[in-house]
């Protein structure tokens, strides 16, 4: 028994009873948190703003038998410019199904949720491509969590030279040159701005993770690589980008 103070945000908000709701936070502090939020659902109630998908907030936390009940909630930022878009709303929930595998309920992961809210920002409040933006989220996300794919130079003979032609092998979780390929026959050919896009989102500072474009076709390569990574890694296939899609190109 007793309370927690923590930024978080609303990864998920379920409706219970005759106007309250059960919302997950991903706090800064515990990881992902479940709170019961009384009255929620009524338009003028103290919390119905405060406990809208992707709201980021300062709460406090009152922990009860079976789950937290939330005390208060002071709005840092909402994110009206994602929720009121249907295709940044698209990209954020990929992110949320992402973070909803992967982080467990009190299992504090700072440097996830650091990722997250940048990326939110990002695409809420700047004209970068957000396509760009989501490989930049999957790509590090993957490297924090213990994915991150060796790409400074070949994995089988260590060579780092920029004449060489380089592969991602996905058995091996990384790069090799062309005549390591045998190595992995199926490694796909990277061009020289994929590599050196992976190589900054892996390693670079979290300050200058954005700070770089690419051009559609090699934009296309590394949305590639990275979708059968994280399939390969986390064993499952993320569909909601296929919506996305779906959009650009009615029928």
Known sequence: MGYVKTKGIILKEINTGEADKIVTIFSRSHGKLTGSAKGARRPKNKFAAATQFLCYC??????????????????IEPFYEIRNDVFKLTYSAHMVDLVNDV??????????LQLFLNTLHMLAKTGKSPELLIRIFEIRF??????????????????????????FSFRKCGTICGGCRTKDSNAVELSQGALRALRHI????????YSFDLAPHILDELGRISKRYIKDRLEREYKKLDFIKELENPI
């Open 142 to 167: 993957m490297s924090i969590i213990g994915y991150a794919p060796y790409v400074k130079e070949c994995m089988e003979c260590n060579e780092c030279n920029a004449d060489l032609k380089y592969f």
């Open 103 to 112: 982080i467990q309920e009190n299992q504090p992961a700072a440097k996830v």
């Open 58 to 75: 300062d709460f406090v936390l009152y922990k009860g038998k079976d789950m937290y009940s939330i005390s208060s909630a002071d709005i």
């Open 202 to 209: 892996v390693h670079t500072r979290f300050e200058d993770l």
